[in-house]
Every structure is written in C-alpha cells, then in structure tokens.
C-alpha cells in the first residue's frame, strides 16, 4: 500500500465524530469504518470534509487497510422516514459508474468519455446483500409504481450509516471558476459537456442534475494543455425507457418541490419548463422528464451557456423572458456557440438538438493574442502585396454583451470599400480561397457524418447485441423456470402416488384384519353352535365313555391337549343358545338329531370337524390372552413412568427448598458480617478519637480549661467502653478477607505519635 508522503503524514488522532440533521449529541453519529491509530482498527483514516449537501456529507480520507489511497468517502446523512430511500439513491449512483459508465466489460464503455465522469470505486449501503444479484433487477424492483417506502419496510445490513468510496476529485468547481475562465476554457467546457451527454446517451440515461455545481475543473488552461472537466452527482440520475416519465415512486421523484417563493423557484433554473409545472405538489401531475430522453439535459446544457455567457443573476434574468420571447436569445459566439443553437436549446422539448448535433455546431474561436497577431502580421507583410491607395484595411475588435473577460475578444477583418474596390485578380484568389475553404468545410462535415453514422451504428449495433443477450437470457431464465416448474410436478406427482399406494396398503390391510377377525368370530359361533346341539344325555355317555377309554390309554401329550381345551372351552363368551332352557333346546332340537346313534359310532370325518373346531377356538383365545396381558404390561408402565416423574418432581421441590435455604443462610450472615464490620469501624474510630484527645492535652495544657478531660471531641473511650462489647473473631457462617490488624494506640508524649 502507497504510504502518504511527509506533507501528507499521518496523524495520530482518534476516530473523529460529527454531526447530522439534528442540532443535539444524540444526533450524532460515529463515521463508518474510521481508522483509530491507537488500536489500528478500522480503514479510513478521515482529514476533513470536502461538502456537503441534503442527502450526505463528502470527506477526504486516506484507505489504511485496502490501497486505494486518497478517496471522498460519502456518507449518508441522518435520516428519520427516508432513510433507507436515499441509502437507495446513494446505491443507484455508484452503480450507475460500476454497472455501466465505468465497466470495461460493457460494449459501449469508452475509456475517453468516461474520464469524464468522476469514477465510483466501493458500494457500502447495504442493498447489494438485499438482492437480486442483478443490479437491472434490483433497480426494478424498488423502483417500481407499486412499492410503497413508507409501508414497505427495508432493513439494510448497515443501516446506521451505508456510504460509498469514489475517487478524490481535485481542483474547483465550475460555478466558482466561471468568473476566471477565458472563451476558449468556456468553448472547451462546452464541447467536454456535450461529449458527456452524448455518452450518457448510450446508455438510455438522463444526468437531471446537469449543473455548474456538479462539475470540477481538475486542470486549468496551459500554452501546451487545454482545461480538463469531470462531472459529479450521479444520485437523481434517471433511466430514459419507457414509463418512468411518469413514474411517481419517491425514489424516481428527484424535484418534487421547488420552494415557497419565487427567489428560491429560481435557484432551480436548470430544470425544463414541461417539468417546473409538475414540480410543485399542488401543481400538475408526476412528470421526471419528457421524450425524447436527451432534452431534459439539453435544456440544462443550454442554462450553463447562458451562465458562462452572462453569468449566473443575469442568466437568469434572461432565462425568465425567453419563453414568452425567444428572439430575446443572446448570442454565444464569442464562446463558439451560435444564437440558432442557443435559442434550440432553450426552446420545447422536441426542438432541442442531441448532445452530437450541438458538438457539430460549435464554431471556432478566432481570439486575439499578441504572439498570434504579431505572427500573422509578419506573414502577410511578407506574402502579401501593397495594397493601392484606393483600398484600405482596418482591424477592429468587438466584446461580447454580457462577457467577463477581456481575452474573449474576437477580430472581425473590415473592409472598407469606400475609396476604392478590389482589383481583378485578388477577387479571383479571393474567390479560389473561398472555394477551397468551402470544398475543406464540405469535406470537414461529410467526415463528421460519416464518423457520426459510424458511431450510430456502433451503438445500433451495442445495443442489439444487449437486446439479444438479454433475450437469451430471458429464455434461458424461462427454460430454468419451466424446468423447475416440471421437477415440482414430478415430485408433486410421485408424492401423490406414493400416498395413494400407502393409503391402498392400508385399506388391504384393515380389510385382511377385518376378514381375519370375522372369520375368527363365525368360526367361534360355529362352535358354539355345534355344542349347544349335542344332546344332554348323549354328552354324559360320551363323556363317560371317553374318560373310561381315556383312563386307559391317554398319554402326557394327550392329556395336556385335553386340558387346554376344557381351559379354552371356560374362557368363551356365553353363547344365548346355552342359557336356555333344557325344554327349549329340546323342543328346537330336531328329531334326526334326537334319534341321532352315539358319537362313538359316527364315522371319521365328524371327529376330525369337531377337532378342527376346538383348535380354531383354543387359537383366538390365546390371541385373547396375549392382548390382555399386553394391555395390562402397557398399564404397569404407563403407572411406573407416573410414579418416576412424581418422584422427579418431589426431588425437585426438595432441591428448590434447599437452594432457597441456603440463599436465606448467605442473607443472613452477609448482615451479620456487615454489622460486625460496622461495630469494628466504630470501635477504630473511638479509639483515634482518644488518642486525639490526649494527644491535644499534653500539647496544650489549660488551653481548654472548659472541656477538662473530652476536649470537646466525640464520645470519651470510657463511654465506648461501656456500650456493648463486639464478640472476638470472624462472625459464625461468614468467610471473611484477610486484614491488617487496627492500629495500637502510641504514647502521646512520644515524638513519633499521631502529631506526625
């Protein structure tokens, strides 16, 4: 990084402060990111402030941390409702010089006009991180009809005080220069200033603040060097597409009120007269600028000749009748513009001439100096031939109406023709001078449309190769769109499916329950069924009979079988067909069945029917079972997870009533130790008093024959004594700091006692 040179050194000075809108400290506000050297924070080392205007405050600053060098740090002022719409005003403008003026990457950026704008080099206010990335976007967005910024709250990342970094102009403003400036700076600021407005024009924009304020002369007329201009303030800077004419959103809105009296209306005599009428809140609709785009600026242009030419007051004198009268239009030849361009550039917006048409009109300046005229007089004294007595030649020189400057003058060549006319042959070289110096000026001006068409079609050109970039950007933001439009569908779709196939799995499943549980249900009835039909006395002989074969050969396996299903047979739900009464079941019972033949003797397959029966019905009751003691399990655990969170809740309570005691305790005994300390401060204080005492009666005895013994002096020791003696020791329950011992009482009579 580039280190300030011995004129320019660094102070150590902490980070400075100063005020904003408000008159009172709490207005006042730190500068943003200011270098302190004690602590080497922060990258701007601030050296004082350059300007300031409505919407911020320029300062001088040298960059510590990031090698810029010298910069102008501007930074916004203070603001309570508009705040966050001028950080917005402040990001447009450096963006208009890092998006557009000043970026290499853009087709129509040219290197020599955009020296003429003074460069932007850092955005500090924050809408950067809002979004979009595009700066085109986001420009759209918030300058939008619609987008309210009183209702639509924006918090910015650095709100307190956004800023932006722009390049350290040198030099005087144009307003101040004026007076000072001769025709050929004046002619020289013209064509600069048109040039600027040509450029702007490429880029579609209106500079609306196109004013001798806002432009610095970095260099002054030199015998080898022409004078240099650079134009400031981009922050009312406005798109020329179509609608923003009428755009009535506040941050487009750049002149909304003019003043209350006619002198401050006239401080705003750079403004066009379509837009003055709408500038006013009760006057006319929103009008920023009228087609074409170019003539807000032009008119601008052609109030900064009128102050060149006749200065600012009387400028504007003029510029209030020239309205109602142009043929009132002063001529600026002697500043290289005609009375023709002048008066178009004054006159309704579709009359006024671009910014090239006015670069191709300037005339030259022939001025008067005595170098030239002494070289030109040698010249013609040695070239040119005695001129007959019958012809004579004077030079004369005129002043322009209303100019400053005595340099200015032009030197108009009359010929007087009263003593005697021009010979036969100086006519015909007259007249071949005058042919070659209209064929020059003929091929002078083919050259300047050639070279105008050229640019024209340069910037045809640009700006297709923008519409085109931008409409394939355009597409491939549609295609991105429709392509994830498209993969939402998708997914949309399969998560549909998904549900519907989870939602039908479900349904089988519940449906397969309910059939299982069904079948389970008529398979127990069945049973049930089959056992209330089975004659009484036939079930005392089978059982009989059975327990008598049962006796004799049933196993261990068969045994328990047997008792599980007797188990089984209990744990049923009573079937209404048993609970009736033995005449009804005989009544309903039919005769076949009465007459029936043992169940010893029925074949093989009604065994192997009722077998069936009995394990379908043991199955469902051990599914009984099983749930039953699942349910209890759930239960148990639902309890003991009660009980353990009252347990936690008791612990708790218990902890709680702790913690309070012991806050109570450490109360206690932070009073007690409080106290002790108060009774060892008091019993201190009565034994200095003592010592004083004695002290004061050894030194000067009989000089308090009054006060024998106290002297006067607080409370005698014998009365401390007899106050309530203060228990030796710490206190009970309180840590106490080691201190030092209080002090022993000394002899009065010895030297060093308190008297020292």
């Given at each position: 990084?580039?280190?300030?040179?011995k004129?320019?050194?660094?102070?150590?000075?902490?980070?400075?402060?100063?005020?904003?809108?408000?008159?009172d400290?709490?207005d006042?506000?730190?500068?943003?990111?200011?270098?302190?050297?004690?602590?080497?924070?922060?990258?701007?080392?601030?050296?004082g402030r350059?300007?300031?205007?409505?919407?911020a405050?320029?300062?001088?600053?040298?960059?510590?941390k990031?090698?810029?060098?010298?910069?102008?740090?501007?930074?916004?002022?203070?603001?309570?409702?508009?705040?966050?719409?001028?950080?917005?005003?402040?990001?447009?403008?450096?963006?208009w010089?890092?998006?557009?003026?000043?970026?290499?990457?853009?087709p129509?950026?040219?290197?020599?006009?955009?020296?003429l704008?003074?460069?932007?080099?850092?955005?500090?206010?924050?809408?950067?991180?809002l979004?979009?990335?595009?700066?085109?976007?986001?420009r759209?967005?918030?300058?939008?009809?619609?987008?309210?910024?009183?209702?639509?709250?924006?918090?910015?990342?650095?709100?307190?005080?956004?800023?932006?970094?722009?390049e350290?102009?040198?030099?005087?403003?144009?307003?101040?220069?004026?007076?000072?400036?001769?025709?050929t700076?004046?002619?020289?600021?013209?064509?600069?200033?048109?040039?600027?407005?040509?450029?702007l024009?490429?880029?579609?924009?209106?500079h609306?603040?196109?004013r001798?304020?806002?432009?610095?002369l970095?260099?002054?007329?030199?015998?080898?060097?022409?004078?240099?201009?650079?134009?400031?303030?981009?922050g009312?800077m406005?798109?020329?597409?179509?609608?923003m004419?009428?755009n009535?959103?506040?941050?487009?809105?750049?002149?909304?009120?003019r003043g209350?009296t006619?002198?401050?209306?006239?401080?705003?005599?750079?403004?066009?007269?379509?837009?003055?009428?709408a500038?006013?809140?009760?006057q006319g609709?929103?009008?920023?600028?009228?087609?074409?785009?170019?003539?807000?600026?032009?008119?601008s242009?052609?109030?900064?000749?009128?102050?060149l030419?006749?200065?600012?007051?009387?400028?504007?004198?003029?510029?209030?009748s020239l309205q109602d009268?142009?043929?009132r239009?002063?001529d600026?030849?002697?500043i290289?513009?005609?009375?023709?361009?002048l008066?178009?550039?004054?006159?309704?917006?579709?009359?006024?001439?671009?910014?090239?048409?006015?670069?191709?009109?300037?005339?030259?300046l022939?001025?008067?100096?005595?170098?030239?005229?002494?070289?030109?007089?040698?010249?013609?004294?040695?070239?040119?031939?005695?001129?007959?007595?019958?012809?004579?030649?004077?030079?004369?020189t005129?002043?322009?109406?209303?100019?400053?400057?005595?340099?200015?003058?032009?030197?108009?060549?009359?010929?007087d023709?009263?003593?005697g006319?021009e010979?036969?042959?100086?006519k015909?070289?007259?007249?071949?001078?005058?042919?070659?110096?209209?064929?020059?000026e003929?091929?002078?001006?083919i050259?300047a449309?050639?070279e105008?068409?050229?640019?024209?079609?340069a910037?045809?050109?640009a700006?297709?190769?923008?519409?085109?970039?931008?409409e394939?950007?355009a597409?491939?933001?549609?295609a991105?769109?429709?392509?994830?439009?498209?993969?939402?569908?998708?997914?949309?779709?399969?998560?549909?499916?998904?549900?519907?196939?989870?939602?039908?799995?479900?349904?089988?499943?519940?449906?397969?329950?309910?059939?299982?549980?069904?079948a389970?249900?008529?398979?127990?009835?069945?049973?049930?069924?089959?056992?209330?039909?089975?004659?009484?006395?036939?079930?005392?002989r089978?059982?009989?009979?059975?327990?008598?074969?049962?006796?004799?050969?049933?196993s261990?396996?068969?045994?328990?079988?047997?008792?599980?299903?007797e188990?089984?047979?209990?744990?049923?739900?009573?079937?209404?067909?048993?609970?009736?009464a033995?005449?009804?079941?005989?009544?309903?019972?039919?005769?076949?069945e009465?007459?029936?033949?043992?169940?010893?003797?029925?074949?093989?397959?009604?065994?192997?029917?009722?077998?069936?029966?009995r394990?379908?019905t043991?199955?469902?009751?051990?599914?009984?079972?099983?749930?039953?003691q699942a349910?209890e399990?759930?239960?148990e655990?639902?309890?003991?997870?009660?009980?353990?969170?009252?347990?936690?809740?008791?612990?708790?309570?218990?902890?709680?009533?702790?913690?309070?005691?012991?806050?109570?305790?450490?109360?206690?005994?932070?009073?007690?130790?409080?106290?002790?300390?108060?009774?060892q401060?008091?019993?201190?204080?009565?034994?200095?008093?003592e010592?004083?005492?004695?002290h004061?009666?050894?030194a000067?005895?009989?000089?308090?024959?009054?006060?024998?013994?106290?002297?006067g002096?607080?409370?005698p020791?014998?009365a401390?004594?007899?106050a309530p003696?203060?228990?030796?020791?710490?206190?009970?329950?309180?840590?106490?700091?080691?201190?030092?011992p209080?002090?022993?009482?000394?002899?009065?009579?010895?030297p060093?006692?308190?008297?020292?």
């Open positions: 990084m580039a280190k300030p040179s004129d320019e050194e660094e102070i150590a000075v902490p980070a400075p402060v100063f005020s904003v809108t408000a008159k400290d709490k006042k506000i730190a500068l943003p990111d200011a270098h302190d050297p004690v602590t080497g924070h922060g990258r701007w080392l601030y050296e350059l300007g300031e205007g409505g919407l405050t320029v300062f001088r600053a040298w960059d510590c990031g090698g810029l060098g010298f910069v102008a740090v501007k930074v916004l002022k203070k603001h309570s409702k508009a705040h966050a719409r001028h950080a917005f005003a402040m990001h447009r403008e450096s963006q010089s890092l998006e557009r003026l000043h970026n290499r990457a853009d129509r950026y040219s290197e020599e006009h955009a020296k704008f003074a460069r932007y080099l850092e955005d500090h206010t924050g809408f950067v991180e979004g979009p990335e595009d700066f085109e976007e986001r759209k967005d918030f300058e939008s009809p619609s987008f309210d910024w009183y209702k639509q709250r924006i918090d910015l990342p650095i709100a307190s005080k956004p800023y932006v970094v722009m350290l102009v040198k030099g005087e403003t144009l307003q101040v220069a004026m007076p000072s400036m001769s025709a700076e004046k002619r020289q600021v013209i064509l600069q200033c048109a040039t600027a407005l040509e450029y024009e490429r880029f579609h924009m209106i609306r603040d196109f001798g304020c806002n432009m610095h970095i260099a002054r007329e030199k015998p080898n060097e022409s004078c240099q201009l650079k134009i400031l303030d981009l009312v406005i798109s020329s597409e179509a609608g004419e009428v009535c959103n506040m941050a487009v809105q750049a002149f909304r009120r209350e006619e002198e401050k209306r006239k401080r705003y005599d750079w403004l066009p007269w379509e837009v003055r009428s500038c006013d809140e009760l609709a929103v009008k920023n600028f009228e087609p074409p785009g170019h003539s807000f600026d032009a008119f242009l052609g109030v900064l000749i009128l102050h030419l006749l200065g600012k007051t009387k400028a504007r004198s003029v510029l209030d009268h142009p043929e239009t002063p600026g030849c002697g290289g513009v005609p009375k023709e361009l008066g178009n550039l004054l006159a309704e917006a579709a009359k006024r001439p671009r910014p090239r048409e006015v670069c191709a009109q300037l005339v030259p022939r001025l008067k100096s005595p170098q030239k005229e002494a070289a030109v007089s040698a010249e013609k004294a040695e070239a040119t031939p005695a001129v007959p007595s019958c012809h004579t030649v004077s030079h004369t005129t002043k322009m109406e209303g100019s400053s400057d005595e340099e200015g003058e032009m030197e108009v060549v009359e010929m023709t009263k003593k006319t010979t036969i042959g100086q015909k070289d007259n007249d071949t001078a005058a042919k070659e110096a209209a064929a020059k003929a091929a002078a001006k050259a449309a050639k105008a068409a050229a640019k024209v079609a910037a045809k050109k700006a297709a190769k923008e519409a085109a970039a931008r394939a950007a597409k491939e933001a549609a991105k769109e429709a392509a994830a439009k498209e993969a939402a569908a998708k997914e949309a779709a399969a998560k549909e499916a998904a549900a519907k196939e989870a939602a039908a799995k479900e349904a089988a499943a519940k449906e397969a329950a309910a059939k299982e549980a069904a389970k249900e008529a398979a127990a009835k069945e049973a049930a069924k089959e056992a209330a039909t089975i004659p009484k006395h036939d079930v005392g089978r059982s009989k009979s059975r327990s008598r074969s049962r006796n004799r050969k049933e261990s396996l068969e045994r328990k079988q047997r008792l599980r299903r188990r089984a047979r209990h744990l049923l739900p009573e079937d209404p067909a048993r609970s009736q033995p005449e009804e079941k005989a009544a309903k019972r039919p005769l076949a009465e007459t029936a033949p043992d169940a010893d003797a029925a074949g093989a397959p009604a065994k192997e029917a009722r077998r069936d029966v394990d379908v043991h199955v469902s009751v051990l599914d009984l079972l099983r749930r039953q349910v399990k759930e239960q655990e639902v309890a003991e997870a009660r009980r353990k969170e009252q347990r936690l809740q008791a612990q708790k309570q218990e902890e709680r009533r702790a913690e309070e005691e012991r806050q109570k305790q450490a109360q206690q005994a932070l009073q007690m130790q409080a106290q002790y300390q108060q009774m401060m008091q019993m201190q204080w009565a034994q200095h008093a010592l004083l005492q004695r004061l009666l050894g000067f005895p009989g000089a308090f024959p009054g006060f024998p013994g106290a002297c002096f607080g409370t020791m014998t401390l004594q007899a003696s203060v228990p030796a020791g710490p206190v009970p329950g309180v840590v106490s700091k080691a201190s030092a209080p002090p022993k009482p000394a002899d009065a009579a010895s060093a006692g308190p008297a020292q």
